[in-house]
């Protein structure tokens, strides 16, 4: 019956690996890869180690899918904080906004 | 092998799976109330573990899950509301039925363990569970209506 128990977990964990993979658009990706870490968690938890399961949970379910959410948002919000008047950057690289803001913070900071 | 493993399988099976479906398909706000249900599936299978191996320490996974699940819901209602409130969840079934079946897995574990310290921690975590679960599903439906109001000057300011 434990053999039944590592089974279903394993084949949750596989399914929602392989949906994490499927899901094409970050935000939703980072709602399964929670799932992701809620599948891991029981695994381990299954397989008799309970503090793995710990960090997995405030890992996998908490922080990465935070992590990911937050950094869409910023990616979202960048080309607004461009168009403000920033200079007259029209290369739309990514180095490029991030080399305006630190010349910002070091404007600030003197 | 005993009662509360097989319990902990089928709600792993039953429960999981379904969830696993409703968060790789389908628009935003099903995912998110589904992975909602999901953080109360998988606690109150840790806690059908705990007592299956009878290692009351796996109670503190089960625990700390009650506290992260919910508070990464509030996370997700405030990182997603562009798209809730574009369609904000309307099913109240599935949350009714995940807090439904708090009690029914809570009540006997607190039974098994009989009085003392462990059943007064099952208590407080299944409290914990509902009334997460209820702000968290209060907070997915509200995302939009609130956020509507406080994204103004929250934005002008940022700018």
Same mark, same amino acid.
């Given at each position: 019956?434990?053999?039944?128990?590592?089974?279903?977990?394993?084949?949750?964990?596989?399914?929602? !690996?392989?949906?994490?993979?499927?899901?094409?658009?970050? &935000?939703?990706? %980072? +709602?399964?890869?929670? =799932? $992701?870490? @809620?599948?891991?968690?029981?695994?381990?938890?299954?397989?008799? !180690?309970?503090?793995?399961?710990?960090?997995?949970?405030? &890992?996998?379910? %908490? +922080?990465?899918?935070? =992590? $990911?959410? @937050?950094?869409?948002?910023?990616?979202?919000?960048?080309?607004?904080?461009?168009?403000?008047?920033?200079?007259?950057?029209?290369?739309?690289?990514?180095?490029?906004?991030?080399?305006?803001?630190?010349?910002?913070?070091?404007?600030?900071?003197? | 092998?005993?009662?509360?493993?097989?319990?902990?399988?089928?709600?792993?099976?039953?429960?999981?799976?379904?969830?696993?479906?409703?968060?790789?398909?389908?628009?935003?706000?099903?995912?998110?109330?589904?992975?909602?249900?999901?953080?109360?599936?998988?606690?109150?299978?840790?806690?059908?573990?705990?007592?299956?191996?009878?290692?009351?320490?796996?109670?503190?996974?089960?625990?700390?899950?009650?506290?992260?699940?919910?508070?990464?819901?509030?996370?997700?209602?405030?990182?997603?509301?562009?798209?809730?409130?574009?369609?904000?969840?309307?099913?109240?079934?599935?949350?009714?039925?995940?807090?439904?079946?708090?009690?029914?897995?809570?009540?006997?574990?607190?039974?098994?363990?009989?009085?003392?310290?462990?059943?007064?921690?099952?208590?407080?975590?299944?409290?914990?569970?509902?009334?997460?679960?209820?702000?968290?599903?209060?907070?997915?439906?509200?995302?939009?209506?609130?956020?509507?109001?406080?994204?103004?000057?929250?934005?002008?300011?940022?700018?």
């Amino acid at each position: 019956m434990d053999d039944v128990l590592i089974v279903i977990t394993l084949l949750l964990v596989a399914a929602s !690996a392989t949906a994490a993979v499927a899901v094409r658009d970050p &935000v939703r990706q %980072a +709602l399964v890869l929670s =799932l $992701l870490g @809620l599948t891991l968690a029981a695994l381990f938890t299954v397989l008799q !180690a309970p503090d793995v399961a710990l960090s997995q949970l405030a &890992v996998g379910t %908490a +922080l990465t899918p935070l =992590l $990911l959410t @937050l950094a869409v948002r910023k990616v979202h919000r960048r080309p607004h904080t461009r168009d403000d008047g920033r200079g007259g950057e029209t290369t739309g690289s990514t180095e490029s906004a991030g080399a305006i803001e630190s010349a910002a913070a070091k404007e600030r900071g003197e | 092998m005993n009662g509360w493993l097989a319990a902990a399988a089928a709600l792993l099976a039953c429960g999981v799976g379904p969830t696993l479906w409703g968060v790789a398909t389908g628009p935003v706000r099903r995912r998110v109330v589904a992975q909602n249900t999901a953080t109360l599936l998988v606690c109150l299978a840790t806690l059908l573990l705990a007592q299956g191996y009878d290692r009351s320490s796996y109670v503190d996974v089960a625990l700390v899950l009650a506290v992260l699940g919910p508070a990464g819901t509030l996370v997700y209602a405030r990182l997603l509301a562009e798209d809730l409130k574009a369609a904000p969840p309307t099913g109240r079934a599935g949350t009714w039925a995940a807090v439904a079946l708090t009690p029914l897995v809570v009540v006997p574990l607190c039974v098994a363990a009989g009085p003392g310290r462990a059943a007064l921690k099952l208590l407080a975590i299944g409290a914990l569970l509902v009334a997460g679960n209820m702000v968290a599903a209060r907070a997915l439906r509200g995302a939009g209506r609130t956020d509507c109001e406080g994204a103004g000057p929250a934005e002008a300011a940022r700018g």
